[in-house]
């Protein structure tokens, strides 16, 4: 239980476990992606949270040793490593901060916006940065960026091959369209690599206590990185991280929140900690049926939104 931060202190073990049963319920309402072969093999009953406050404490309930791959919950962590890298002004040279009103993988979306990425939370935005992690290949990429992560988070994030290995048996057209037309506009050099690394960097994978030591570089100032970059990947988390649903969460939550395929889900407490959630069941847009649930009761509970 949490002892030190009052936000987090007022949930018990009780509640939490009640919570997990209902979202569990939940879960059954939602549907597992079968465009990535390996994903559709999950069961959806398998649910994990994880609290940890900016002090260490700790509160978890559910399939808490279930690794699963971040997909797209990897990308406030690319936005965070290269704006440590190359700066604000060069990493949104590269990638807008205005939220989509199309799905995460529209190409309908950059067509409109000329070719330039609406948001790092969206595949457009993630392929454009990808495409700048340093490093000659694909592995190289994803290693480096794996490495800085659990040296920063203190996680023990591992590349899932099974999955890589799924991902790569796919034509993923929609995501080579979109690397093709950030390539005609001068946005993205070297589509291949740049694919690669993008397929990789998703299946970087972990448990939900993992997540939330990510969770916690972007919850509270760390040393090392700037004090700036982690506002800037908050504010886009809240405003475009449940990609066209992101609006309608700021409101019911209030939290910067990252979703993904897999079922992973994180969302930051600033100043209090992190919530780190797994559920593979997904609603339309995208989002975890039953890790949304399980932020919204959370949040709501012990009063955590921004705007409180």
């Known amino acids: 239980m949490f002892s030190s931060l009052p936000s987090f202190s007022e949930l018990t073990q009780a509640q939490l476990d009640t919570w997990v049963n209902q979202a569990r319920e939940r879960a059954q309402e939602g549907q597992l992606p079968t465009y990535i072969p390996l994903l559709g093999q999950a069961e959806t009953d398998w649910l994990a949270v994880h609290l940890q406050s900016v002090s260490g404490a700790v509160l978890e309930s559910g399939n808490t040793n279930q690794p699963f791959c971040l997909m797209s919950v990897v990308k406030p962590f690319v936005l965070l490593f290269l704006l440590e890298q190359l700066g604000a002004d060069r990493v949104f040279s590269l990638v807008g901060t205005q939220p989509s009103e199309h799905p995460f993988h529209s190409l309908t979306q950059l067509t409109l916006d000329g070719g330039f990425p609406r948001n790092p939370m969206i595949n457009s935005g993630a392929i454009a940065l990808a495409g ?5 290949d694909g592995a190289t990429r994803c290693e480096q960026l ?26 993923n057209e929609a995501n080579r369209a979109i690397a093709n037309l950030l390539a005609e506009m001068g946005h993205l050099n070297e589509i291949e690599t740049t694919l690669d690394t993008y397929n990789q960097i998703c299946c970087l994978s972990g448990t939900v206590g993992d997540l939330a030591k ?4 972007l919850a509270s100032p760390q040393a090392g990185i700037n004090l700036v970059h982690r506002r800037m990947v908050n504010a886009l988390m809240l405003t475009s991280g449940l990609y066209e649903a992101s609006a309608s969460y700021a409101v019911r939550i209030g939290l910067p929140i990252k979703s993904g395929v897999s079922g992973a889900l994180l969302a930051v407490a600033p100043s209090v900690g992190a919530i780190a959630c797994y559920s593979p069941a997904l609603d339309a847009t995208g989002n975890s ?18 705007f409180s």
Do not use: Y
Not at 146 to 171: T, Y
Not at 214 to 217: A, S, T
Not at 289 to 305: C, D, P
């Open 214 to 217: 990510l969770g916690l570089l």
């Open 132 to 136: 700048h992690l340093p490093g000659d």
């Open 289 to 306: 049926v039953a890790a949304l649930f399980l932020v919204e009761q959370i949040a709501q509970t012990l009063n955590l939104s921004l």
């Open 146 to 171: 794996r490495q800085w992560l659990n040296q920063k988070a203190g996680c023990h994030l591992l590349l899932d091959q099974a999955m890589l290995a799924s991902v790569r048996s796919l034509k």
